[in-house]
């Protein structure tokens, strides 16, 4: 059985189960602290960073790292639906937007851990303008290329999840006059491989990880 190495936050971790589950693969997850990164770990994570994809060989197991290298591996080795277009243009375009939600990602760190207001507001508004640039490239939904699940599902259903609790935090307002994004975004909160992405107590260690960070999300609204 395949292995997932895990830790309870990470987005790309998410994006790599998303994928996992589907295609219908059965795996088994490992969990580690990254504030203290056990030894056998370091010696099979060349970035020291999660996931990881554990796959079982004759005689020993290969390791993938990188959330994209191991979508893309399970993409095309396991069997069920298919989550990158068949058309190598598509299959290119797709590969972009998900290089953009990582960019996405990248906003977003700098976002919940900003401990200032100027920070806070020049993340927020960077954000609001990357999921713009999204609502522009959306179709009729619901998913972002129509009726199909796809990779670039599994990378921005993450992200979305985020706000599941920093809506209840601040009035950010990035998703104001973007109906494409909201529909979407709501979409993928009812499928069952993006619910069961995480584990219920999710909520709490996000918020756990707010308040390690001093971060001004949890002021923004007494501002």
């Not at 693969?25 to 010696?43: A, H, M, N």
């Not at 060989?57 to 068949?86: D, M, W």
């Not at 806070?120 to 129509?146: M, S």
């Not at 999710?202 to 923004?220: I, K, V």
Request: aromatic share 12%.
């Amino acid at each position: 059985m395949l292995t997932l190495v895990s830790h309870h936050l990470c987005p790309y971790v998410q994006r790599a189960s998303i994928a996992l589950d589907e295609k219908g693969v059965r795996f088994e997850r490992t969990y580690i602290d990254l504030k203290s990164k056990p030894d056998w770990f370091l010696k099979i994570s060349p970035l020291g960073k999660v996931p990881l994809l554990q796959v079982p060989q004759q005689g020993g197991e290969a390791v993938l790292f990188e959330s994209s290298v191991i979508a893309e591996y399970v993409e095309e080795t396991q069997a069920g639906p298919r989550l990158h277009p068949e058309n190598a243009l598509e299959r290119a375009r797709h590969r972009g937007w998900m290089e953009f939600g990582s960019s996405i990602l990248s906003e977003l760190w700098g976002f919940e851990t900003a401990k200032d207001q100027a920070t806070y507001e020049q993340k927020r508004k960077a954000i609001a303008g990357k999921f713009a640039t999204v609502e522009a490239a959306l179709g009729d939904g619901p998913y972002f290329a129509g009726a199909g699940f796809s990779l670039v599902d599994a990378v921005f259903a993450p992200i979305f999840r985020y706000f599941d609790l920093f809506d209840t935090l601040a009035d950010h307002d990035i998703f104001d006059r973007l109906d494409r994004v909201r529909a979407w975004r709501r979409a993928l909160s009812e499928r069952p491989s993006v619910k069961a992405a995480v584990t219920a107590d999710y909520g709490e260690r996000l918020m756990a990880f707010l308040r390690d960070h001093d971060a001004y999300l949890l002021r923004a609204r007494e501002a």
